[in-house]
């Protein structure tokens, strides 16, 4: 944590401009540091905006949140003006003192605030997050998104304006993941408030993202609100697949791929199919029902293994087309290679290699090696369906590194399809870096 946030305002590092507003700021500062007591972090401010602590920006760092990016890197910040708890509110002001947005505060992060609001009249409260969740529902509603299935991503976190909150729907049952101190700061209204639009069965919370331990925040998971029923399960695509909301991973399923899986099916007639990192068999089920002649699935986790055998089960697929390893699929891959076994279409859908660009280059080493892999074992004709899911690898930079693992593997390949997250995982103009899924379809040479 930077030093600067916690400068007095009557520091001599203080921003030396003085607009209205600003001038304003000293008076009240000046005011407060000797007379006021900080609010507990539970108990909202009031909507009086001149009662909220604020957190100035150096001059000329105010830019991206003009462009209405939400983030507010430590970098960015001259100093902070009140004493405002993790996850509270603060008003963002640029160096001469001008409102910029309501934002949640987090001295514990390299994000030290997120923007709720670039309008000063609206401050977060409970009205303002019925709002916002209500907004979320009513563009799903609106494009008719659960037409495919009963499970859906009903608030995709920045993307729908309400950053660190994630909310996925798995038939009735919620599952709620906060990933920043301001979403856990309103955890209990966006509960409630989740309850009254949608009224489910039960609101299961899994805050046990990896983000977390960025936000200093720690790991919390259980039901929120009524019970949480013994079998959960989705349909998608007329699929039905059993989802371990408590123990899976992410909130227990990949709603994200929803449409891609779907479309891999569409293409698997009479092939046989290799499925890496399967999870818990989402393309191996839409590969058998769409004809294939084998399917080989590959994970680490002997526990999404046996849900995937369980879904095949449960869709009445034939069992006998299935081979399940439960292996690393950087050496299962080697052993395919050495076997000399062929595939028809391969599925390579890693976790996060790179949840940050800090992460690219060593991404970038194991992305080339599972797709170098893959080129190889694919006949001619084949078709390559491979995935990052990284938030540090750009779409430009994942092509490049399939582009070079397509050349050290000696094949010539086409992109026949790039492919994205579904539309219930929105991306803002505004933050690109909702963008996090990206996919190619590539095609061999014959
Ligand atoms: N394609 C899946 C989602 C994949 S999620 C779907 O559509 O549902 C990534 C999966 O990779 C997880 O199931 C995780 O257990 C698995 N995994 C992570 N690292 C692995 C490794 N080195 N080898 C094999 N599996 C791995």
Same mark, same amino acid.
Not at 249 to 256: A, N, P, V
Not at 438 to 445: F, M, N, Y
């Given at each position: 944590?930077?030093?600067?946030?916690?400068?007095?305002?009557?520091?001599?590092?203080?921003?030396?401009?003085?607009?209205?507003?600003?001038?304003?700021?000293?008076?009240?500062?000046?005011?407060?540091?000797?007379?006021?007591?900080?609010?507990?972090?539970?108990?909202?401010?009031?909507?009086?905006?001149?009662?909220?602590?604020?957190?100035? =920006?150096?001059?000329?760092?105010?830019?991206? @949140?003009?462009?209405?990016?939400?983030?507010?890197?430590?970098?960015?910040?001259?100093?902070?003006?009140?004493?405002?708890?993790?996850?509270?509110?603060?008003?963002?002001?640029?160096?001469?003192?001008?409102?910029?947005?309501?934002?949640?505060?987090?001295?514990?992060?390299?994000?030290?605030?997120?923007?709720?609001?670039?309008?000063?009249?609206?401050?977060?409260?409970?009205?303002?997050?019925?709002?916002?969740?209500?907004?979320?529902?009513?563009?799903?509603?609106?494009?008719?998104?659960?037409?495919?299935?009963?499970?859906?991503?009903?608030?995709?976190?920045?993307?729908?304006?309400?950053?660190?909150?994630?909310?996925?729907?798995?038939?009735?049952?919620?599952?709620?993941? =906060?990933?920043?101190?301001?979403?856990?700061?309103?955890?209990?209204?966006?509960?409630?408030?989740?309850?009254?639009?949608?009224?489910?069965?039960?609101?299961?919370?899994?805050?046990?993202?990896?983000?977390?331990?960025?936000?200093?925040?720690?790991?919390?998971?259980?039901? =929120?609100?009524?019970?949480?029923?013994?079998?959960?399960?989705?349909?998608?695509?007329?699929?039905?697949?059993?989802?371990?909301?408590?123990?899976? *991973?992410?909130?227990?399923?990949?709603?994200? *791929?929803?449409?891609?899986?779907?479309?891999?099916?569409?293409?698997?007639?009479?092939?046989?199919?290799?499925?890496?990192?399967?999870?818990?068999?989402?393309?191996?089920?839409?590969?058998?029902?769409?004809?294939? !002649?084998?399917?080989?699935?590959?994970?680490?986790?002997?526990?999404?293994?046996?849900?995937?055998?369980?879904?095949?089960?449960?869709?009445?697929?034939?069992? &006998? &087309?299935?081979?399940?390893?439960?292996?690393?699929?950087?050496?299962?891959?080697?052993?395919?290679?050495? *076997?000399?076994?062929?595939?028809?279409?391969?599925?390579?859908?890693?976790?996060?290699?790179?949840?940050?660009?800090?992460?690219?280059?060593?991404?970038?080493?194991?992305? &080339?090696?599972?797709?170098?892999?893959?080129?190889?074992?694919?006949?001619?004709?084949? @078709?390559?369906?491979?995935?990052?899911?990284?938030?540090?690898?750009?779409?430009?930079?994942?092509?490049?590194?399939?582009?070079?693992?397509?050349?050290?593997?000696?094949?010539?390949?086409?992109?026949?399809? !790039?492919?994205?997250?579904?539309?219930?995982?929105?991306?803002?103009?505004?933050?690109?870096?909702?963008?996090?899924?990206?996919?190619?379809?590539?095609?061999?040479?014959?």
């Amino acid at each position: 944590m930077s030093k600067e946030k916690n400068r007095s305002p009557s520091t001599p590092h203080r921003p030396s401009q003085g607009g209205r507003d600003f001038r304003k700021r000293m008076q009240h500062g000046q005011q407060q540091t000797a007379t006021r007591t900080p609010q507990a972090p539970s108990e909202p401010r009031p909507g009086n905006p001149s009662a909220q602590p604020a957190l100035f =920006l150096k001059a000329g760092r105010e830019k991206s @949140l003009l462009r209405r990016h939400p983030w507010v890197f430590s970098g960015a910040v001259e100093c902070l003006d009140g004493a405002p708890a993790p996850g509270d509110t603060v008003a963002v002001r640029d160096a001469e003192g001008s409102f910029l947005a309501w934002a949640a505060y987090n001295p514990n992060s390299q994000i030290t605030a997120r923007a709720w609001s670039w309008d000063e009249r609206e401050t977060p409260d409970s009205d303002f997050f019925r709002r916002r969740i209500g907004a979320a529902l009513e563009m799903r509603r609106a494009l008719s998104l659960g037409q495919n299935s009963d499970g859906m991503r009903l608030v995709h976190g920045e993307s729908d304006g309400l950053p660190g909150l994630i909310v996925d729907r798995y038939g009735d049952v919620l599952v709620m993941q =906060l990933g920043s101190a301001g979403a856990e700061r309103w955890r209990d209204t966006l509960a409630d408030t989740l309850q009254e639009l949608c009224a489910p069965a039960c609101i299961y919370e899994r805050s046990d993202s990896d983000g977390r331990e960025r936000e200093g925040l720690p790991k919390r998971c259980g039901v =929120l609100r009524g019970a949480l029923p013994e079998n959960v399960a989705v349909t998608e695509h007329g699929l039905r697949f059993a989802v371990d909301v408590a123990g899976g *991973q992410k909130t227990g399923f990949y709603l994200d *791929q929803r449409d891609n899986r779907a479309f891999t099916g569409t293409l698997a007639a009479d092939r046989e199919v290799l499925n890496c990192f399967c999870y818990t068999g989402g393309f191996s089920l839409y590969a058998l029902r769409g004809g294939a !002649k084998s399917v080989l699935s590959i994970d680490a986790s002997e526990a999404a293994l046996e849900l995937a055998r369980r879904n095949v089960a449960l869709n009445g697929g034939d069992g &006998k &087309k299935c081979e399940w390893w439960c292996a690393d699929v950087f050496e299962g891959l080697r052993k395919l290679r050495d *076997q000399n076994r062929k595939f028809d279409l391969i599925v390579l859908d890693p976790p996060k290699f790179a949840p940050t660009a800090a992460f690219a280059e060593k991404a970038s080493r194991a992305y &080339k090696d599972i797709n170098l892999l893959g080129f190889k074992l694919l006949r001619p004709g084949g @078709l390559l369906f491979t995935y990052s899911c990284s938030g540090g690898i750009n779409d430009e930079l994942f092509q490049k590194i399939i582009a070079g693992a397509a050349l050290d593997a000696g094949v010539d390949a086409q992109i026949v399809k !790039k492919l994205h997250a579904a539309a219930d995982h929105p991306v803002l103009l505004s933050f690109p870096e909702g963008a996090y899924l990206k996919g190619l379809v590539l095609r061999v040479a014959g």
